[in-house]
């Protein structure tokens, strides 16, 4: 471990989903006094205009297939900028702990040493079926929703996804980073008995002006990812509450 005093305070900051009327006012303050800035792919370029000119400015996005650093780099690089500054931003999309990997960072900046402080972020999983006019909960609709990843592997991590738990344990269910593996995500939620006739919502670039939606049914929304060619990053809202998008039209 590096005999060196600790400098800094590393921060997990939540940028949201893209939007920058969704970054909390810590997590602005934060970007304006910011020694470092370490971000994440899809953080909007209006949230990146905020951060203090005098920063410095590390991307460490990950996109499929497209990995700037990989996890192990990115972690030793925020303990590494704690030893020599003393404002560190890990500036994450969405919230650091809602599949963010916030809580690997974490866990190892405290076995480093290293302080470090979580600032929340609005998820996507919340905001974009928002801005589409779907609840994810309504008294008619749904009493539950349940948030699952769609990635069967990410690194060295795979989830065990319980399809069957929930495609009976909750009237929605928000899935992210799902469009890749869509086909096999279907087939397991209506082999185990989720009627195909359930409406599905996938939902691009959510809460920016490019956000764009693509309706249909467990029985149609794979056909219609291949025939309009529809990708990410979109989540996924399966459920009756999809229909409420209708109200927004």
Not at 98 to 111: I, N
Request: glycine share 10%; charged share 15%; net charge negative.
């Amino acid at each position: 471990m590096n005999q060196l005093k600790c400098l800094g305070k590393v921060y997990l900051v939540g940028a949201g989903p893209g939007d920058p009327g969704l970054l909390t006012l810590k997590g602005k303050v934060l970007l304006e006094c910011a020694d470092v800035v370490i971000y994440d792919a899809l953080v909007s370029p209006q949230i990146l205009a905020m951060i203090n000119p005098h920063a410095e400015k590390i991307h460490a996005g990950k996109r499929r297939g497209r990995h700037s650093l990989l996890q192990e780099e990115t972690t030793q690089l925020l303990i590494q900028q704690a030893y020599t500054h003393a404002v560190v931003v890990r500036l994450k999309g969405g919230d650091p702990f809602v599949f963010g990997r916030g809580g690997e960072e974490m866990e190892d900046l405290v076995k480093a040493g290293v302080p470090v402080e979580v600032v929340p972020g609005v998820t996507s999983g919340i905001a974009a079926p928002a801005y589409a006019g779907i609840p994810l909960t309504h008294r008619e609709y749904s009493s539950s929703v349940t948030f699952v990843t769609g990635h069967e592997v990410v690194g060295k991590y795979r989830p065990a996804v319980n399809w069957e738990a929930i495609a009976h344990g909750s009237e929605t269910i928000v899935i992210y980073m799902g469009v890749h593996n869509l086909p096999n995500i279907v087939d397991q939620l209506t082999t185990v008995g989720r009627d195909p006739q359930t409406p599905v919502a996938l939902i691009r670039w959510g809460t920016r002006p490019e956000q764009e939606q693509l309706i249909g049914t467990l029985g149609t929304i794979v056909e219609q990812v291949e025939v309009t060619g529809f990708e990410a990053p979109a989540i996924a809202v399966i459920g009756a509450v999809v229909n409420q998008h209708q109200l927004n039209l």
